[in-house]
């Protein structure tokens, strides 16, 4: 069966600081890959997409980056976080198509 | 721009006294209905699909239903461990690589 991890579950850093969240997947090969924000609130928001390696997608303008070195691997990171980058942020996959995605258990971040 | 909005915000029930979720969606040629289920600090837990109006998806206490404006999660004869957020997601045509449009959710609560 397939399954999806995400670190760390939390994290709190200063504003200004580098930021480097990962999303492993197992299980399943050449998924679509996601990364979604969720605030208090608010529903998620689709932030980046990716069809395969070294692709990526963003759905809206902002201060953070996406990677996928590999196949079931994929990154999200900044180079100077800001106070709105606080958020929980979820990572999910999926086979494609009209098909549900699946979540990893989400990073808390919080900025300073 | 698509739609997506869930009613009620919140809903507090007595044990054993079933309800129902909406989701009314604005988006052209959808491609598939998604509910989810959320609980505090975790990522979204995949519960049903839906493609069509007039299908109808079941699991234990939970029915999922669609009409061709909107969605509702029957909850007949709920449990303390029901509650959760719940969340409606919809998958319209062309989106970037099948991306998802979310409701707020609706905030259930299962009194003992």
């Known amino acids: 069966s397939q399954t999806i991890h995400q670190w760390p579950a939390t994290l709190v850093q200063p504003v200004g600081s580098p930021l480097s969240l990962e999303c492993t997947v197992e299980?399943?090969?050449?998924?679509?890959l996601y990364w979604y924000r969720q605030a208090a609130g608010r529903g998620l928001q689709l932030l980046f997409y990716?069809?395969?390696?070294?692709?990526i997608s963003s759905e809206v303008p902002q201060n953070l980056s996406a990677s996928r070195p590999q196949d079931r691997q994929f990154i999200l990171s900044s180079k100077k976080l800001l106070l709105s980058d606080s958020g929980f942020y979820l990572c999910?996959?999926?086979?494609?198509?009209?098909?549900?995605?699946?979540f990893g258990d989400g990073t808390r971040l919080s900025i300073l | 721009e698509d739609q997506v909005t869930q009613s009620p915000e919140a809903l507090r029930l007595q044990e054993g006294e079933s309800s129902s979720l909406n989701c009314s969606y604005t988006?052209?040629?959808?491609?598939?209905l998604f509910w989810y289920r959320q609980d505090p600090g975790k990522g979204p837990e995949f519960l049903f699909t839906?493609?069509?109006a007039g299908e109808e998806k079941e699991k234990e206490r939970l029915k999922a239903t669609l009409t061709k404006k909107e969605s509702f999660l029957h909850i007949t004869a709920p449990k303390p461990e029901d509650s959760a957020t719940y969340l409606c997601?919809?998958?319209?045509?062309?989106?970037?690589?099948?991306?998802?449009?979310f409701g707020k959710g609706t905030h259930l609560i299962i009194q003992p």
């Open positions: 839906l493609y069509s």
């Open positions: 299980g399943t090969s050449n998924p679509n």
């Open positions: 990716s069809v395969g390696i070294g692709q």
């Open positions: 997601a919809v998958q319209p045509p062309g989106g970037g690589a099948d991306g998802l449009t």
């Open positions: 988006v052209s040629g959808l491609r598939g």
């Open positions: 999910a996959w999926s086979p494609g198509g009209p098909r549900p995605q699946h």
